[in-house]
T-cell receptor, first 115, second 111 residues
Framework: AQKITQTQPGMFVQEKEAVTLDCTYD???????LFWYKQPSSGEMIFLIYQGSYDQQNATEGRYSLNFQKARKSANLVISASQLGDSAMYFC????????????FGTGTRLLVSP | DAGITQSPRYKITETGRQVTLMCHQTWSHSYMFWYRQDLGHGLRLIYYSAAADITDKGEVPDGYVVSRSKTENFPLTLESATRSQTSVYFCASSDRQGALTFGSGTRLTVV
């Protein structure tokens, strides 16, 4: 069965600093997708970034980048130049390839950005 | 407006009552999902659907029923609500390749 592990319940970072949120995954499927979502205090789930298992390069979206280390089965999210608005819960998720697009989520990391 | 909408946003119900959470999407996405979010568990999949009239169980389906007679609607019914079903429920949809897009969630309290 597929599993996502986020070992950091909470992280603190100062504004303008970079922060890395950890995510490890477990799957026997050679083809999979990895996602990060942000959930601010308002509650909505916001898609941030996607990495396919066959992608040669690490995904980047603005200040977000995904540090994909396939051999270590890790997909850490790096947020550069943190902003106060980055304070939120962050979820790592994996899509299996049964063809039904389901996502399996980790338990999340709460990030707090301080001035 | 285009998007995915859930209703109601908040619901309080009593133990044993039947309650239905509604989900409507305007993109004609094939895939739709119901997740519940609980502290310490992240989001767990309740049911999903690949198309109209095609549904299947997820990780935590007990006590829930879904239907999908039309592509755009995917209601979730709690047949006899229990306190353990107090949670935030998210509906989501996706096309064949894209990420899941989530609704705003329904906060359900069972008393």
């Amino acid at each position: 069965a597929q599993k996502i592990t986020q070992t950091q319940p909470g992280m603190f970072v100062q504004e303008k600093e970079a922060v890395t949120l950890d995510c490890t995954y477990d799957t026997s499927d050679p083809s999979y997708g990895l996602f990060w979502y942000k959930q601010p205090s308002s509650g909505e789930m916001i898609f941030l970034i996607y990495q396919g298992s066959y992608d040669q390069q690490n995904a980047t979206e603005g200040r977000y980048s995904l540090n994909f280390q396939k051999a270590r089965k890790s997909a850490n999210l790096v947020i550069s130049a943190s902003q106060l608005g980055d304070s939120a819960m962050y979820f790592c998720a994996m899509r299996d390839h049964t063809g039904f697009q389901k996502l399996v989520f980790g338990t999340g990391t709460r990030l707090l950005v301080s001035p | 407006d285009a998007g995915i909408t859930q209703s109601p946003r908040y619901k309080i119900t009593e133990t044993g009552r039947q309650v239905t959470l509604m989900c409507h999407q305007t993109w004609s996405h094939s895939y739709m999902f119901w997740y519940r979010q609980d502290l310490g568990h992240g989001l767990r999949l309740i049911y999903y659907s690949a198309a109209a009239d095609i549904t299947d169980k997820g990780e935590v389906p007990d006590g829930y029923v879904v239907s999908r007679s039309k592509t755009e609607n995917f209601p979730l019914t709690l047949e006899s609500a229990t306190r353990s079903q107090t949670s935030v429920y998210f509906c989501a949809s996706s096309d064949r390749q894209g990420a899941l897009t989530f609704g705003s969630g329904t906060r359900l309290t069972v008393v």
